[in-house]
């Protein structure tokens, strides 16, 4: 029943008992004579009484002969009998009066009664929303799903950039959607389900919202979570439910993100044979094989973990297409900075592709992230604009962490510090096909780094040889090396440097097959996806005892060696390394201008 008829059967019921209830009272009105009760005394005496009944506070009775106005009833209250013998001799008027206790009986019984039924309706109501019943239990199997159309989105293509390939596959899909005739002719289907795959941030969600904006049709966005609920069923029943709707509606889109929130493969993680998310994803498999293309029904779905899908969704004729949606390039990078930094006030000289410069292997969230953090940092030194200082400041804010300027280091871990960075950087101006080095600084940030250099690459690199790898671990250790020529000794500053430097030689020798000694073989049994996420835990290694001890001493050979290299370039180039790490301590940052300078003296050395 709808909610209007309820609340107009409530009227009616209530305007019934009203009417009833004025109509007693109207008749009692008209027919019965209130008297007080000292003539109620004389009438009684006179003998003009026929007959009473007596109530607790009342005296009704009728009289042997009507009255001038034609009634024969009456009703008195009663009065205290002694009370009336005493006043009936002073020939006094007297009545009595019932003393009104409605509002008293409200408040004892009335309102308590209503307070526990509003408690218990609130209790019911949270408990509802809290397990997404949907107001009641009766909406239990009702799917969640928002629909949107074109005018509420709010995105389109044009406010997605980076990810130009997964725009292609998705304007095909509009297309379709839109003019089904023209894609259809040569006898294409469009495809049942789209599959976006991608790390966390790299604009999946938003690119499904762009569908919605430009196809024009219902969008029933939904979470792969809000499926699962506690009740057993519940989860299938909302999944008829949604595909039910979209049908109705069709040509529509169904968008499910987080799509491993119910698509986990069957038996791999679930607790039993008749697991809710089991039956969940059973009933999506049948909606998929159940609907028709040509409907002009489209599923999307999101998840950055494709590996724990079940295999049964992946298949063709179910998700047809899966579309990579990776971590930007620099040219992507630039067109994501262009979108945002539409929403902030530029400096006349800042250029999108300097800050894509410094953010190598940031996803479109973080570029998001890095523009309103750059927007902060001007504001907070009362800039009238937002320059390129700014982002670098905010590049650091976000992958070093804040400035810890009350953390006070005594003076000789300033110097070690100080000369632990000009290692790094000295070691990598030294060195053919490194990456530049941006900045260097000794303020410590975050929680446990005590400075810090920043390399900024001039492109992005897809393929490494063996040299530059070795190299890039000569740069790493350049900081260790240096405390050992100018101290003697090391200390822990190299903590992350060395985890950094182990993994790379390891991956030499186990991934890459670059070691002569122990050739071309892969022996890293970790399986790791595109997404670099580990499909499995780690499996027992499948070489000897004799090889992992080969493996081992190549790996301490290969970091050696990288140790000497630096070692060697600072030895050379100790003066410039005691007058720059001198430098460093006096002004605690080196920005562009003073690299390039140190940098110039190298070449000239």
């Known amino acids: 029943m709808e909610k209007k008829t ?34 109620f005394q004389r009438m009684v005496k006179a003998g003009e009484v026929a007959e009473i009944a007596i109530a607790d506070n009342t005296i009704q009775g009728t009289l042997k002969q009507p009255l001038q106005d034609g009634r024969q009833k009456f009703v008195t209250t009663r009065v205290d009998p002694a009370l009336a013998k005493d006043l009936g001799q002073y020939d006094v008027k007297f009545t009595g009066v019932v003393e009104n206790t409605l509002f008293r009986d409200i408040l004892g019984w009335v309102l308590p009664a209503v307070i526990f039924v509003a408690i218990w309706m609130f209790a019911m109501r949270k408990f509802a929303g809290k397990q997404g019943l949907g107001g009641g239990f009766m909406n239990l199997g009702k799917s969640k799903a928002k629909v ?56 999946k969600t938003l690119l499904a919202k762009a569908v919605a904006g430009e196809a024009g049709v219902p969008f029933f966005s939904i979470s792969g979570s809000e499926f699962v609920e506690m009740f057993v069923g519940v989860g299938a029943a909302r999944v008829r439910d949604l595909f ?16 491993d929130a119910m698509g986990r493969a069957r038996g791999a993680f679930a607790m039993g044979g008749h697991d809710e998310k089991e039956q969940t994803l059973n009933q999506l498999l049948v909606e998929l094989d159940g609907f028709d293309s040509s409907s002009g029904l489209v599923l999307l779905a999101a998840t950055n973990r494709p590996e724990v899908l079940d ?19 620099k040219r992507g990078r630039i067109a994501i900075l262009a979108v945002h930094m539409k929403k902030i006030t530029l400096a006349a ?72 960075e ?15 080095v941006h900045k260097i600084s000794i303020i410590p940030r975050g929680v446990g780094a005590l400075g810090y250099t920043i390399q900024r690459p001039t492109e992005d690199r897809f393929l490494m040889t063996r040299a530059e790898l070795e190299n890039k671990m000569a740069v790493l250790l350049g900081g260790r090396a240096a405390e050992q020529i100018v101290f003697g000794e090391v200390s822990t500053g190299a903590a992350d440097d060395l985890q950094k430097v182990t993994a790379i030689a390891r991956s030499i020798v186990m991934r890459f097959g670059m070691d002569a000694e122990l050739g071309n073989v892969a022996y890293d049994s970790d399986k ?71 940098h110039a003296r190298l070449d000239a050395a």
């Open 148 to 203: 949107y159309v074109a005018a509420n989105t709010g995105v389109s293509f044009e406010d997605v950039a980076g990810v130009d390939e997964a725009k292609d596959e998705l304007k095909e899909v509009v297309g379709f959607l839109k003019d089904p005739k023209t894609y259809g002719r040569l006898g294409g289907r469009v495809p049942k389900g789209v599959l976006l795959v991608g790390p966390p941030g790299t604009g």
């Open 311 to 329: 295999p049964a969704l992946l298949r063709a004729g179910r998700f047809d297409r899966q579309v990579l949606v990776d971590r930007p390039d």
């Open 349 to 420: 000289d800042t250029d999108p592709e300097k800050v894509a410069a410094l953010t190598p292997g940031f996803s479109g969230a973080d570029l998001a992230n890095l523009c309103n953090e750059a927007a902060l940092v001007a504001t907070r030194r009362n800039g009238e604009s937002v320059t390129v200082d700014d982002f670098t400041v905010a590049v650091e804010r976000i992958v070093a962490g804040l400035e810890k300027k009350n953390r006070v280091l005594n003076e000789h871990e300033r110097t070690v510090v100080a000369y632990h």
């Open 244 to 259: 039910e709707q979209a049908r109705a509606k069709a040509p529509a889109i169904i968008f499910i993100d987080e799509l």
């Open 6 to 39: 309820q609340f107009s059967l409530w009227y009616f019921i209530f305007a019934l008992f009203a009417i009833f209830t004025l109509h007693d009272l109207w008749v009692q009105m008209r027919t019965v004579e209130p008297v007080p009760y000292s003539e």
């Open 528 to 598: 790791a996806n595109f997404l670099g996420q580990n499909a499995a835990p780690p499996q027992e290694r499948a070489y000897s005892e004799e090889t992992a001890r080969e493996i081992d001493c190549a790996v301490r050979r290969i970091v050696a060696a990288a140790f000497e290299h630096s070692l060697a370039i600072l030895t050379a180039r100790r003066a410039i390394l005691e007058e720059t790490a001198r430098d460093l301590l006096s002004r605690e940052t080196l920005d562009e201008a003073d690299l390039k300078a140190i």
């Open 422 to 436: 000009m290692g790094h950087a000295l070691v990598a101006m030294g060195l053919p096909g490194t990456d530049p």
